[in-house]
């Protein structure tokens, strides 16, 4: 008998704020968390904008200060996230468990640009033999997962997940799995990234994938808008812990969600372009209710991929009509996008705690900045302002490049 996975500890970071109390705070007041770069110089920058995590620092307790300037920005998301859920859960106070059932899967999509475009600047100044010793492990992104495991003194499985924008949902699915399955009692998972840095911003540019609204940030991100003109680079992480709901509830944790669904598919159409019927997506979506045993009409809530692209909006659109039937008129649905902007790789994390959120406060957070809406776009996306909703369940989209595509389903307990 499969066992189910309960969510009991969370931690978020982005622009809208470095704990999840005030990133909740803000997303369902509707408050934009993206801004100008301050991070990395922009003059050049055909794009100037980023939901970019603000005046954080990771605490010396974690990492001294000397381990600090070792670790990519994503690695130090990572861990502060990952130290915070799981206070969040109780897990410091009272931890049951043996540290051999205790796993680590996150996610991460691209890794420590930021210290690869420094490192790299060192070695054509100064030569090969000025480049760190500690430049591999401070870029790698199995790093994340490996210094969460290291911290905690966590001896169960310990891995990373790159599957673009899709990896973060992917690794808690795979953290899921081996709750269900019995193999590990308790994971840590999620995902992290941070490459606001030149390389990423010029290649995003190059595609024309990001939004050049500069002069107004917080109204750039616009999903399924008719002035959407692509998506804005975010950062942070959104780290969860999974538990056997059973154990969980033995041990006195607060349940915030359970998840009980999960769907993977590809489009094998295109290596950046989602299918423009969202085939792919609609396969994952089904899949996803098929295997919780739910039916379209049980579900009150989809936080959308909703990336703010032209094409993604409106593929994804249809997804959700081809899904839900009548029934995705009766739904709520947001891109939470509009406010953190696109956290690539940590999206389906922190998107999956807003699902959970929404599940537990009774609050489906809006898609800001959607006045005009695209008439190809003619869903209920809960425009500008947060609605009270009873949610039994919500379901999370995250698509990346290459085609790939995950969902997940949560339910109330």
């Known amino acids: 008998m499969q066992k189910r996975v309960a969510i009991t500890g969370m931690a978020a970071i982005c622009g809208l704020g470095n704990d999840l109390e005030t990133v909740w705070k803000n997303l369902i007041a509707g408050k934009p968390g993206i801004t100008q770069i301050e991070s990395v110089d922009i003059t050049e920058s055909a794009v100037k904008i980023a939901g970019e995590v603000k005046n954080f620092k990771l605490a010396t307790d974690i990492l001294d200060e000397r381990e600090h300037a070792r670790y990519d920005r994503f690695i130090h998301f990572s861990l502060h996230s990952a130290m915070e859920a799981y206070r969040h859960a109780g897990l410091d106070k009272n931890n ?18 930021p210290e690869i475009e420094k490192t790299h600047a060192t070695f054509l100044e100064k030569g090969a033999r000025r480049v760190s010793p500690f430049f591999i492990p401070g870029i790698i992104p199995n790093m994340s997962s490996g210094l969460v495991s290291i911290q905690l003194g966590l001896k169960g499985l310990n891995y990373t997940i790159s599957s673009a924008c899709a990896s973060a949902a992917h690794a808690i699915s795979a953290a899921c799995y081996e709750i269900m399955n019995g193999r590990q009692e308790v994971m840590i998972t999620g995902g992290a990234e941070s490459v606001i840095s030149h390389l990423p911003l010029s290649g995003f540019t190059s595609m024309k994938a990001l939004s050049r609204n500069n002069e107004n940030p917080g109204q750039a991100s616009r999903p399924f808008d008719s002035a959407r003109d692509g998506f804005i680079m975010g950062e942070g992480a959104g780290i969860l812990i999974l538990e056997d709901l059973e154990k969980a509830k033995a041990r006195g944790a607060t349940i915030y969600a359970e998840i009980v669904g999960h769907g993977a598919s590809s489009d094998a159409y295109h290596i950046t372009a989602p299918h423009p019927e969202g085939e792919g997506a609609t396969r994952c979506m089904k899949m996803t209710l098929k295997s919780a045993g739910v ?119």
């Not at 049951?96 to 640009?113: D, R």
């Open 295 to 413: 039916t379209p009409e049980q579900v009150q809530y989809v936080n959308a991929h909703g990336t703010s692209t032209p094409l993604g909006d409106v593929g994804e659109t249809k997804a959700i009509k081809e899904t839900f039937g009548a029934h995705a008129y009766e739904l709520n649905v947001s891109s939470t996008k509009s406010m953190t902007g696109h956290l690539l790789g940590a999206a389906g994390g922190i998107e999956t705690i807003f699902c959970a959120m929404a599940i537990h406060t009774g609050i489906v957070p809006p898609t800001i900045n959607l006045d005009n809406q695209d008439p190809e776009c003619d869903l209920n996306y809960t425009a500008n302002k947060a609605q009270k909703r009873d949610i039994q369940y919500a379901l999370n989209n995250s698509f990346g490049f290459g085609g790939t595509n995950s969902s997940l389903l949560l339910k109330k307990v």
């Open 96 to 113: 049951p468990y043996n540290t051999e059932e205790m796993g680590c899967i996150l996610g991460v999509g691209m890794g420590g640009f």
